[in-house]
C-alpha cells in the first residue's frame, strides 16, 4: 500500500467506487480506495438493484440521469458486465391526488429531458400484466427505469478506475483519521497510514464511525429494509414468451411497493410504516455480507395491499426474504460535500439510491475537488443543509419519518411533525397562542400564517383552509401594519481592521457607507450565484450581514475558506444569539415613532438606513428594509429581549390595527414585488445579470471581488436566461416551482416559485425563460397539475411600482 496519494476515498460501495473512478476519470490518478472487507461489503451487494431517473428535486433528477447513462461506458472501458435492463416502467396512481402529483412529474420531465407519458389504468395493464387496472385511477410510464446487478456494478466503476491509473486496497480497515499541523490528512489503517491531503468518507453503513474519527456527528441513521422474491410465476414466462421482454418496473405508491422481475419470477420491495431502524448508535465493525432476520409482520400491511393490486401474487410462493440495513439522512437525500472547518475532508454518504444516485454524486464530488465547484446545483444533497441541531435524536425521528413516507405524497402546504418543535424563539408560545401555524427552517420553527380556533391545514394541491386567512394577514400589511417573526434569516457580524477590504472582495455590490445598507450579491469564481444578502455598515470596523437562514453552514463554509490567515478578519454567524421581528405597511412608521426615541421620520431615517435603537427598553438593531415591498423595518434583538421588543410593538400597534403575519403571506407580497429568493429563484447556476440582480453589481468598483472576471463577460455577452414574473390565469391552484413555461407550442422554461398575490388577486409565477423571449408579453403558458394556463409577462410589479410607498 502506498503512503502518500492526494485522496484517499474510504469505503468500496457503489458510491465509494464511483468517486474513485470520477476522480480517476478527470486526471487525479495518485488517488486510493481502502475497504476494510471485499468491495460492496456494505449495504451495495444486497440492494434491490432498481434504477430510476425521478426524483423531487429537479437537479438531483439530472444528475440520475446522468448516472443511468454512464453504465454503458464504465461497462466498455473496465469490461466488467453491469447486469443493466433498461426495462422501462410504471408509476401508478390510486387515488386523484396522487394522479396529480404524477401530473407534476411529467411536466418536470419536459424540460429535463425525461420521457416521461401519462397513461390510463387499462394501458398500464397492457404495459405491466400483473397489475389489477381496477385498483387505479391514473399512470405514467418512463422510459428510463430498470435495474442492474449491484455487485457488477461496483466493480465495474472500480476496474475502470484502475485501468485509468487509481489504486484499490481491500481488505484495509481504516481505524483513525489525523489531520496534521500543516493540514495534511493521516488515515492510519490496519496495514500502516497514507498521508494525503483529500480524504472521502464514503463510508455508507460506517459513514457515522468514520466521521467520528475527526469529530463529526454525520445525521445518517441505517434503517432494515425488506422486499421479497417470488417463485416462477407463470404469468411472467407467457409474458416473456409472448413478448420477448421483462416485465417491466411498477412502483405502486399508494401500495408503498416497488416491483420488477427477477428471474423467472417478481421482487417486491416495501417501506412499511411499521419500520425499523438497525444499530442506531453504532455500525459493529464486523458487519459484512450478512442479512438481517426477516420479519414479514412488520410488513404483512403492504403486502395485502400488493396481492390485492397485483392479484397473481396470490397464487405463488415467496422463495426468499431479504432483510438489510440501508442508511438514509433524515430527508433522505444524500450527504455530499466539503465539511465546514475541516479542510480536505470531503463526504458522499447516506445515498440510499446509490444506483440511481452514484454515479451523479461521483460526478459532482470530482468536480468540486478539482475545479473548486460541484458543475452542478446540487443544494438538494449538500451536507451544509444541515447544522448542530440535527443530533442523532433529532436524526432518528425523521428517518423514521421520511422512510414511513418514502412513497407518500408530500403536499405543498404540508409540514411534517417528527422532531419538532425542537428550535423556537422566545416568542414561540406567545405566537402559537395566537394561532400560528408552524413550519420549519434550518430546524428552527418559523410561523407560516395565522389560524383561528378550529381551523388547521388541510393538505392539497389546490387552494387549501388558510387560503382566505392569509388574505387577511396580507391585507393588514398592505392597510395599516403587519408584524411577522423573522428569527429564520441569517444573521452574521463581521469585524476586525480587514473587513471592509475582505468584504469588498467578496461581495460584488459597492460597500455602503456608515448607517447605511445594501442588496450584495455574492459570486463564484464562474460568476455564478452563490449568495444574496443584505449589508450594512454599522461604523467603526462593524459589519452586519443578513441572508438565508437555510444557508447559513452552506455561506459559513465559503466565508471562513476565504477568510485571511492574518486574523484581520472575524465573521462570527449569529444564530440563535439574535432574533428578529419586523413591521410592515403604510402604518409601520407610526408604530416604530412610538416605541422608539430616536428619529423615524423619511428625513432622518431613509430607506436603506440603519441605526441602533431602543424599541421600548430593549436595545435593538433597526434597518429600513423589507421584503414585503412596504414601507418597512427589521428589527433585530438579542433573544432576551425578543418578548419585551415584541410586546412593545404590539402594545403600540393597537392603534393601527397591527395583524400578525407569517412567511405564506410574506410569500404572497413578495410577488407583487417581484422579488426572489435564495434557493429559488437565486441558485448557483445563474449569474447575476439571468437573476435580475446586475444592478446591485459594481463592475466598475475597484476591488477584483471573486467572479468579476466571469461577471463581466456574462454581462457582455448577454447570458443565456432572464428571470420573469407572469400573471397565471389559474383556477382553484398556483404554481409552486418546477412547472414548464411553454411559449409556441414548446417547453422553454421553468417555474422556480410562485402562488397568489392576495392583494393585487392575481396568480402569480416566477420561472426562467431564454433571453431571446424574455422580452415577449403574451403566448406563454405555464402547466399546472396537467393543464396548460395562459400567462401574461408581468413586466412591472404589481404593487408599488414607483417605490413610493417603500421609498416614502
Known sequence: ???????????????????????????????????????????????????????????????????????????????????????????????????????????????????????????????????????????????????????????????????????????????????????????????????????????????????????????????????????????????NQKTGTEIIHAVDFDGELYLRQERGGMLMGTYEKANKPWSEYQTPWNFGHELLEPDIDRIAPSLEVGFRHFPAFQNTGIKQIINGPFTFAPDGNPLVGPVRGLPGFWVACGVMAGFSQGGGVGLALSNWMIEGDPGADIWAMDVARYGDWATMAYTNAKVRENYSRRFSIRFPNEELPAGRPLKTTPVYDTLSAKGAQFGVAYGLEVPLWYAPEGVKDEFSWRRSSDFTHVAGEVAAVRDGVGLSEISSFAKYTVTGEGAAAWLDRMLACKLPKPGRMTLAPMLKQDGRLIGDFTLANLGGDGWFLAGSGIAEQYHMRWFEAHLPGDGSVRIEAQGAKLTGLAIAGPKARDVLAKVSRADVSNTAFPFMAVAKMDIGMAPCLVGRVSYTGDLGYEIWVAPEYQRAAFNALMAAGEGFDIGLFGSRALNALRLEKNYGSWGREYRPIYGPLEAGLDRFVAYGKEADFIGKAAALAERKQGGKLRLRAFIVDADDADVIGDEPIWFGGAVRGWVTSGGYAHHSKKSVAVGYVPKEIAEESDGFEIELLGKRHAARMQATPLFDANFERMRG
Open 1 to 239: 500500500m502506498k503512503s502518500h496519494a492526494k485522496v484517499v476515498v474510504i469505503g468500496g460501495g457503489v458510491v465509494g467506487c464511483s468517486v474513485l473512478f470520477h476522480l480517476a476519470r478527470h486526471g487525479w490518478t495518485d488517488v486510493v480506495l481502502l475497504e476494510r472487507d471485499e468491495l460492496t461489503s456494505g449495504s451495495t451487494w444486497h440492494a434491490a438493484g432498481g434504477m430510476h431517473t425521478i426524483n423531487g428535486d429537479p437537479n438531483v433528477a439530472k444528475l440520475q440521469k446522468y448516472t443511468i447513462n454512464l453504465y454503458k461506458e464504465i461497462e466498455e472501458l473496465s469490461g466488467q458486465a453491469t447486469g443493466v435492463h433498461l426495462t422501462g416502467g410504471v408509476l401508478l396512481a390510486a387515488t386523484e391526488a396522487r394522479l396529480d402529483w404524477l401530473r407534476g412529474v411529467v411536466a418536470k420531465g419536459r424540460y429535463l429531458g425525461i420521457d416521461l407519458e401519462e397513461i390510463s389504468p387499462n394501458e398500464a395493464a397492457e404495459l405491466m400484466p400483473l397489475l389489477d387496472p381496477k385498483q387505479f385511477v391514473g399512470a405514467v410510464r418512463n422510459k428510463e427505469d430498470g435495474h442492474l446487478d449491484p455487485s457488477g456494478v461496483t466493480h465495474a466503476y472500480a476496474k475502470a478506475a484502475r485501468k485509468l491509473g487509481a489504486e484499490v486496497e481491500r481488505f484495509t480497515k481504516v481505524e483513525d483519521i489525523v489531520r496534521r499541523p500543516d493540514g495534511m490528512w493521516r488515515v492510519i489503517t490496519n496495514k500502516g497510514e497514507v498521508v494525503t491531503e483529500h480524504v472521502v468518507n464514503a463510508g455508507g453503513l460506517w459513514a457515522r464511525e468514520v466521521g467520528r474519527m475527526v469529530g463529526l456527528e454525520l445525521p445518517v441513521l441505517a434503517m432494515e429494509h425488506m422486499y421479497l422474491i417470488t417463485e416462477d410465476m407463470p404469468e411472467v414466462a407467457a409474458w
